[in-house]
């Protein structure tokens, strides 16, 4: 059940009758391509997909270890720093706990280790070929049995100050706005703030220097090309000691900087007992007197077995759900949702499926949303640690649970109304989506379906490890 209408508040009717029309045509086609496709030209087919925006993203997590080492590797990329990654050790390996094989940390840091640190410490443009293949593989979940745990408690340990470098986090920002840009991705509202930078030498960089960075390196013409649309939500650790008061920093923070900055978002382990939703009732409302509206999405629902803690969230103010992939045990909540559209819930299937909160993909809550009502889209959460890109989210919905091509577009269409970016420029997002659209039906109703199917085999997909490793794809 597609809940159509509510695109009326942001398209001309013209253009929704064309659309509804557009659809409607397609849809037979689409099913006969999808059903003669070979699994490489399924693929390309949703790679050239146009898409909407991926709302749901830790911008630390989003970056692909290969794009981390060639700027580590390019002082015209790294400001000139140096960064070393502790990789060689004199005790045998075993002895080592995981957080500390390959981690890694900026010039400053590495001066001030001992001398017998120092020699277990190498420079990253130092590495050989196969360290440089370790030290990848160190900082993304590629291998059976790693996990919740490797993820949580080893994988962000060893990213070390790295992203202190104010030039390193923009960068790596640079490179996953082109990688989305080239699968269709037309919007990105990731978690990324300006707080925590310093300069090579150790000196804390202000946040209002930090913004305008940001704001620099957005301006220049390699990202404004790529056409897409950055805005950015701000996160609250929710199991922090602090975390009453760092809610009501970044409320001050994101209140200040709106415009870039759109939202909240309350993340960390839930089950962690001290990042229950209550704790931040009171603080909340203590804000809320004080401040204009502030959209919030917070993670919940990332849990093992059932809970009411997406019910609680919600009562927080919430509009956006990450993840809530144990809704279904919470039929009266579940109802509420399906009564309405006002909460979006933040799907992100290879993240569940490799941290494990959902063992077989198969029962993913994802179908059951989407066909009763519940607005839902696709994120790829940490995507630079799961080695995938949100064509490999597509993929996986599509060979899981059979999507109409309604369904396939309306997860686009959710998530770009369900964005926290101001509606002027929401209403622009939409309208240039359905003709992006219309453009894509078009290009794929021409000719015969062999001929349409042999277009696809021009398409050059950029595929990571998780489209080899999982479906055996490759387009190199």
């Not at 991926?54 to 790294?78: C, F, Q, T, V």
């Not at 410490?121 to 590495?127: A, C, K, S, T, W």
């Not at 990213?159 to 919007?187: H, M, S």
């Not at 415009?259 to 409302?285: D, H, S």
């Amino acid at each position: 059940m597609l809940k159509l209408p509510r695109i009326y508040s942001w398209l001309g009717l013209n253009l929704l009758v064309l659309v509804n029309l557009q659809a409607e045509s397609f849809t037979e086609r689409f099913e006969q391509l999808w059903e003669a496709a070979s699994a490489e030209q399924r693929y390309a087919l949703l790679y050239d997909l146009p898409k909407g925006g991926d709302l749901h993203n830790h911008a630390p997590g989003s970056n692909r270890p290969e794009w981390m080492l060639a700027i580590a590797k390019d002082p015209k990329r790294n400001g000139g720093d140096t960064l070393w990654t502790r990789i060689r050790f004199a005790s045998p390996l075993d002895a080592i706990a995981p957080p500390v094989f390959c981690h890694t940390i900026r010039n400053v840091s590495y001066n001030a280790l001992p001398p017998e640190v120092q020699a277990e410490y190498v420079r990253l443009d130092q590495l050989t070929e196969a360290e440089e293949t370790i030290w990848a593989d160190a900082f993304r979940l590629e291998s059976e049995g790693e996990g919740r745990s490797e993820f949580f408690n080893v994988i962000w340990e060893r990213l070390g100050d790295t992203l202190t470098n104010p030039q390193i986090r923009l960068e790596l920002l640079t490179d996953n706005i082109k990688a989305f840009a080239a699968e269709g991705v037309c919007y990105w509202e990731p978690q990324h703030g300006p707080q925590d930078l310093c300069t090579n030498d150790g000196e804390p960089i202000s946040i209002a220097k930090g913004v305008a960075m940001t704001e620099a390196r957005l301006a220049e013409p390699d990202i404004q090309e790529t056409g897409m649309v950055i805005r950015f939500q701000k996160t609250i650790l929710r199991f922090a000691p602090n975390a009453e008061q760092l809610t009501r920093d970044l409320y001050a923070f994101v209140d200040k900087y709106k415009g870039r900055w759109v939202g909240l978002n309350m993340a960390g382990i839930e089950e962690k007992g001290q990042g229950y939703p209550e704790r931040f009732r009171e603080v909340l409302r203590e804000l809320r007197a004080k401040y204009p509206t502030m959209p919030l999405s917070f993670h919940a629902g990332e849990m093992d077995g059932p809970d009411k803690n997406i019910r609680e969230t919600l009562l927080l103010g919430a509009t956006r759900i990450g993840h809530g992939v144990n809704i279904l045990g919470d039929p009266d909540t579940l109802l509420h949702l399906q009564m309405s559209d006002r909460v979006l819930i933040e799907i992100n299937l290879i993240s569940n499926q490799l941290l494990e909160y959902v063992l077989d993909i198969n029962k993913h809550p994802f179908p059951e949303l989407l066909r009763t009502g519940v607005p839902v889209c696709l994120n790829t959460d940490d995507r630079g640690m799961w080695d995938s890109n949100m064509t490999d989210e597509y993929f996986t919905a599509m060979k899981h649970f059979n999507l109409s091509w309604p369904e396939l577009t309306q997860l686009a269409r959710y998530s770009l109304e369900h964005a926290f970016v101001e509606d002027p420029v929401k209403t622009t997002l939409l309208e240039d989506y359905e003709k992006r659209l219309i453009a894509f039906e078009k290009r794929y109703s021409r000719g015969t379906i062999k001929n349409t199917l042999n277009s696809l085999n021009k398409i050059e997909p950029v595929t990571y490890g998780y489209a080899k490793r999982t479906w055996g794809l490759s387009f190199e």
